[in-house]
Antibody
Framework: QVQLVESGGGVVQPGTSLRLSCAAS????????MQWVRQIPGKGLDWVAV????????DYADSVKGRFTISRDNSEDTLYLQMDSLRVEDTALYFC?????????????????WGQGTLVTVTS | SYVLIQTPSVSVAPGQTAAIPCGGN??????VEWYQQRPGQAPVLVVH???NRPSGIPERFSGSKSGNTATLTISRVEAGDEADYYC???????????FGGGTKLTVL
């Protein structure tokens, strides 16, 4: 079965960096887009970034552009989110989610499986 | 930037039908996805590409789209359907995923 397990969250100070990881299993990772979505507890879903199945295309929310970098290692079935210049407003639960299959049908940007999230707290 | 508008809350009695709307522009060119998020849990995809149900999602969940409104309809509502529901699209104009603000479904 599809499994996505995030790690790397923690408590950090503003201006510092953190790298999140998402270990994927149970599917052909290299065929699927992957995404990061965050959520402040009690608030709505906030999209962060998407990376294409082959890693050649990446898109970001305006709020993180230039500070966050999404990447993937298709040999290790792992997704990453490098977060630099962290701000208090980046505090949230960060989910990784599986996107569509590039070689399949349907929206490439739907998110059909989600991890349980890793909590990032940015505080001075 | 592209915006999806959702009603903050919808209430329905058990056994009745809940309709959760999502408003946006140029919907005809976009695929709408719907997610259910129960308290303390990760979101679950319940409808994709406007009208399609992933495997394992009950037939009581259906999606539709007309004009500038997409709708998630839940028939024969159960207590377990109480959750937040989010619509989502890909906006090719900004190359970004857009989520609606979410609708809290309360089962009376």
């Amino acid at each position: 079965q599809v499994q996505l397990v995030e790690s790397g969250g923690g408590v950090v100070q503003p201006g510092t960096s953190l790298r999140l990881s998402c270990a994927a299993s149970g599917f052909t990772f290299r065929n699927h887009a992957m995404q990061w979505v965050r959520q402040i507890p009690g608030k709505g879903l906030d999209w962060v970034a998407v990376i294409w199945h082959d890693g050649n295309n990446k898109d970001y929310a305006d709020s993180v552009k230039g500070r966050f970098t999404i990447s993937r290692d298709n040999s290790e079935d792992t997704l990453y989110l490098q977060m630099d210049s962290l701000r208090v407003e980046d505090t949230a639960l960060y989910f990784c989610a599986r996107g569509g299959n590039y070689y399949g049908s349907g929206s490439y940007y739907r998110m059909d499986h989600w991890g349980q999230g890793t909590l990032v707290t940015v505080t001075s | 930037s592209y915006v999806l508008i959702q009603t903050p809350s919808v209430s329905v009695a058990p056994g009745q039908t809940a309709a959760i709307p999502c408003g946006g522009n140029n919907f005809a060119m976009k695929s709408v996805e719907w997610y259910q998020q129960r308290p303390g849990q990760a979101p679950v995809l319940v409808v994709h590409d406007d009208i399609n149900r992933p495997s394992g999602i009950p037939e009581r969940f259906s999606g539709s789209k007309s004009g500038n409104t997409a709708t998630l309809t839940i028939s024969r509502v159960e207590a377990g359907d109480e959750a937040d529901y989010y619509c989502q699209v890909w906006d090719s104009g900004s190359d970004q995923v857009i989520f609606g603000g979410g609708t809290k479904l309360t089962v009376l």
